[in-house]
């Protein structure tokens, strides 16, 4: 048995596929969780999302067409698949709605297949307005924000002053809601941005419209993903941002506004944690991270801008260019801790074909002394100084291989090095877009947590 499944768990034989398993992001969003959960969703029953808003993006590519996902879970591309944006996401109708249109002019029905829940809450235009202008005012720390009003709607939710998918359907409590928060915002943003006042009119009639378009997707999501547990049905539960952009675990300030990490998939769906049978990670072979923030490993140079070009790295949704760098063990192991990660998707490993050495970052000095955990402050992690241990490329292409043994010995050897150190086994490597080019690690423990005919990926 390779090395990558060293650590493959015996006692997971026997058990029943008919549970949970989510998929997370080890590092700031952007890990390719697109692919991932679209290539698995072939082997569940049920896709649910459970944190993030449109913010975040998932690029799949299906027989050369891309697909670009917003909110509506990857899984809907399977025919069989039902998906749940779960409690945990907030929801902006109109980029719900014309995310649908995009899908079925693609030929991609969600008719009885797409459910939203009642309990999640809604992006108004007034967070919008409220997340632009505080990220454009002089003085402020910028967070980097996409200024979609993600951020605001998951202040109005914890502030108890919020609007949920369901209070859609009372006109008189979404009418009042509206006219009461309008006039609130626009007195904020106008006395302290000086941002232009909205119409709380034209708002309310907007919203009700919208609400009307999305009634047959409304359902109580708890209830239908609970019953399909218990009646033995497999739930793949997928995150939009990485651990690393977790409100309490990732580089505060600069994080997203709700809970990431796989502990976030039993709060954003309503799934108790014990219907949860592991979790699997996804990493790049190498780092990036979009807006602002510390980044330990981030490569400003040539090779920079080489991964960059190589690797596409731009938004799926913004287009913005993110920033890249090295592979972080560290936040890596960290990343593994918190999800208690059992089993690791290392993507886009053909991005690094062309380097004759790999820096990897294996641990932080600061002041000539090692550092043994990952800081809480963004002032500490932005003096860390990182250790790096270079590894020999492999100059030889590895895009689309499908067979672990056809990888040049040392695209294996970084692999295996990968899963040492980070402390999880690697499970499964991408090495293209398409869903077939992809490896599957005969013997692992991903083999192990996924129904049995997964192992057909790895011939």
């Not at 944006?85 to 029905?109: F, K």
């Not at 140079?301 to 070009?309: I, S, V, Y």
């Not at 270079?390 to 990968?418: C, E, K, N």
């Not at 991408?430 to 490896?439: A, D, F, K, V």
Request: charged residues 25%; hydrophobic residues 40%; neutral net charge.
């Amino acid at each position: 048995m390779t090395k990558l499944a060293a650590n493959a768990s015996a006692g997971s034989e026997g058990r029943s596929a008919a549970d949970c398993v989510v998929v997370v992001g080890t590092q700031w969003g952007d890990e390719g969780k697109g692919k991932v959960v679209d290539l698995l969703a072939a082997h569940f029953a049920w896709i649910a999302r459970y944190q993030g808003g449109h913010n975040a993006g998932h690029t799949v590519v299906v027989d050369g067409k891309r697909f670009i996902l917003q909110l509506v879970p990857s899984g809907i591309l399977r025919p069989h698949c039902k998906a749940v944006i779960g409690n945990g996401v907030v929801v902006d109708p109109q980029a719900l709605v014309e995310e649908i249109a995009a899908l079925e002019q693609a030929g991609v029905s969600v008719d009885g297949k797409l459910f939203l829940s009642q309990r999640a809450h809604v992006i108004l235009p007034y967070h919008r307005m409220i997340e632009l202008a505080a990220e454009s005012a002089p003085g402020r720390v910028k967070i980097g924000t996409t200024s979609r009003g993600i951020g605001p709607t998951y202040e109005d939710k914890m502030g108890r002053r919020g609007l949920r998918v369901i209070d859609l359907y009372d006109t008189e409590l979404l009418r009042a809601h509206v006219a009461n928060a309008v006039a609130e915002k626009n007195a904020v943003a106008g006395a302290l941005y000086g941002a232009k006042p909205l119409d709380a009119g034209r708002m309310f009639e907007d919203y009700r419209e919208l609400s009307e378009r999305i009634r047959p997707l409304v359902r109580d999501t708890a209830q239908l993903l609970n019953q399909a547990a218990a009646e033995g049905e497999s739930i793949l539960l997928e995150g939009a941002q990485g651990t690393l952009l977790d409100i309490d675990h990732g580089s505060y300030p600069f994080v997203t506004s709700s809970s990431t990490t796989a502990g976030g998939a039993c709060i954003g769906t309503g799934l108790a944690p014990t219907r949860i049978r592991g979790a699997i990670g996804v990493s790049k072979a190498y780092a990036t991270r979009v807006g602002g923030g510390p980044f330990p490993t981030e490569e400003q140079d040539g090779r920079g801008a080489a991964l960059r070009e190589v690797g596409r790295e731009f938004g799926s949704v913004t287009g913005r260019p993110r920033r890249v760098g090295w592979l972080d063990v560290p936040l890596l192991r960290y990343a593994v801790t918190l999800n208690a990660i059992e089993s690791l998707v290392v993507t886009k490993l053909d991005v690094l074909d062309r380097f004759d050495e790999i820096p990897v970052c294996v641990g932080y000095r600061r002041e000539g002394r090692p550092v043994d955990e990952i800081p809480a402050t963004v002032a500490e992690l932005e003096r860390l100084e990182p250790v790096y241990e270079s590894l020999p490329g492999w100059r030889q292409s590895t895009a689309g291989v499908t067979a672990l043994a056809a990888l040049p010995a040392r695209a294996r050897h970084y692999l295996d090095f990968i899963a040492e150190r980070a402390g999880a086994e690697v499970g499964m490597i991408s090495t293209g877009p398409e869903r077939h080019q992809t490896i599957v690690v005969p013997g692992s423990r991903l083999e192990r947590l996924l129904p049995a005919r997964l192992a057909a990926l790895s011939r």
